[in-house]
Every structure is written in C-alpha cells, then in structure tokens.
C-alpha cells in the first residue's frame, strides 16, 4: 500500500493544465490501486509561507533555545516535512514562470529542504558534506509551458530552469527517480496545444501502467 503526496502550484483552476493532468493521473492511480491512500496539498490557491527570519532562527537553534515566533514559523515547516516524509509517491504539477518555478512552489520548497530533516550537513566529512535523507520515493512532475522546445538539444534548451531545477533540489535531499511530463505550446493554442495535451495524456496513463507493475496490489 501506497500513499500519494499530490501537490498543485499553479494559481488557475479549471484552465491550468498541469493541475488537470495531476488530477488525472492521481484518479487513473486511485483506480488501479483503491487501496493507497492520497494528501493533497494546493501551493498555488493556498500558498505556505516564505522564509523568514524568525524560520531561520528556529531551524537552526536547538529546541529549547527557541523563541515562541521562532517555534510557530518552523512549526509549519515541520508540519509540512511530516507530511512530504510520509509519502512513497510525489505528484506535482508545475507551471514554468519566468523560465523557472512559480514563487509559490519555491516557498514550498525552501519550507521542506531542511538540514537534519531531509538533509543532513556533515562539514566533518570534507568530500560529502551533504547526505539526503529521503531515499526510496519515486516523482512524478507535470510542467505546463506557453511555449515550446525546452527539452535537450531544442531551441530553448538553454532557458529551461524548471526541469533542470527541480531535478537538482529534489536529488538533492535524495529523489532521484523523476518523470517529467510536459505540456507545451499554451500561449498559442490550437492544434499544437491540443497535440501536447494528447501526447501528455497518453504519458499519464503509461506512467501509472508502469509504477503499478512495480507496486503490485497484494492479493488477500
Ligand atoms: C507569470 C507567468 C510567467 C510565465 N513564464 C513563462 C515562461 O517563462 N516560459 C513559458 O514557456 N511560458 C510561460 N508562461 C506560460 C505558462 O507556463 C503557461 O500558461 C502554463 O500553461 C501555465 O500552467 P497551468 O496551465 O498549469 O496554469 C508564463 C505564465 C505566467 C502567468
């Protein structure tokens, strides 16, 4: 038995594409697995907060040297790490902004990459400082895009700080295992749009095919 971490980012409803396709792939996993269970969690129309001082006191002060601001901003990062820990599976959808993240989705990020939680800081160890601490879980990522051509050896490669970015923060606390699933070409509509949502789809359903024959439903 499984459970599902499925995250939304962006700010839209019914027209944002990545939330659609997230929306889909979780009903097309609840299908196949009834028995996992799911968390959701919407950064983009409830967005957590941003680092602030208070959270950085807090994250690196033992408890009891705390101040009561201190507790209450890392408290809510520490509800959040709970949370992204007791998942075995991340579905997230990720519009790109500016060539990267939305803001929303950086916050979520900066309040769940923390040091003895998800990482841990080990300056004695010269060579490798830096240990990731969530191990074993498996990432799915929907990117919604306005335009096209980011992906190796096209046209907009080189401006492509979405994939490239959450590839790294995530490998970076020790999610390694990550399908991109993009969909592109929403600033000019049309049959592009309509042929990338299609090609998407079909991605989806081989997706949950695949991660379901490596999470075989146990037989009473
Ligand atoms: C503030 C903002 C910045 C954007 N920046 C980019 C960009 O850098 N590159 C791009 O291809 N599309 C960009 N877009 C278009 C979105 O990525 C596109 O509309 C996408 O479908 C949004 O995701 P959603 O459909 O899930 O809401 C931007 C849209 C907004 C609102």
């Given at each position: 038995m499984a459970h599902l971490l499925h995250i939304d980012s962006s700010p839209r409803g019914e027209r944002s594409h990545s939330r659609r396709l997230t929306r889909e792939f979780v009903e097309a996993w609840k299908q196949a697995h009834p028995t996992d269970s799911v968390t959701y969690r919407d950064?983009?129309?409830?967005?957590?907060?941003h680092v602030d001082e208070p959270w950085i006191a807090g994250a690196y002060a033992p408890l009891e040297q705390r101040t009561p601001e201190a507790q209450a901003a890392i408290g809510i990062s520490d509800q959040l790490v709970d949370e992204f820990l007791a998942a075995d599976l991340y579905v997230i959808g990720i519009p790109m902004y500016n060539f990267s993240v939305p803001s929303t989705f950086k916050a979520y990020i900066d309040q769940i990459v923390?040091?003895?939680?998800?990482?841990?800081?080990e300056p004695e160890d010269?060579?490798?400082p830096y240990k990731p601490l969530?191990?074993?879980k498996?990432?799915?990522?929907?990117?919604?895009?306005?335009?096209?051509?980011f992906g190796p050896g096209e046209r907009n490669e080189k401006m492509n700080y979405q994939d490239p970015y959450v590839r790294?923060?995530?490998g970076f606390i020790g999610i390694t295992d990550i399908?991109?699933?993009p969909v592109e070409n929403d600033e000019f509509g049309g049959t592009s749009l309509a042929q990338s949502i299609a090609n998407a789809r079909t991605q989806v359903a081989q997706l949950v095919g695949a991660l379901a024959m490596q999470h075989p439903i146990v037989q009473p």
């Open positions: 950064v983009g129309r409830n967005p957590v907060p923390r040091a003895g939680r998800t990482f841990v800081f010269a060579t490798n969530v191990l074993g498996k990432m799915v990522v929907i990117t919604a895009r306005g335009d096209s051509g790294t923060v995530f399908t991109f699933i």
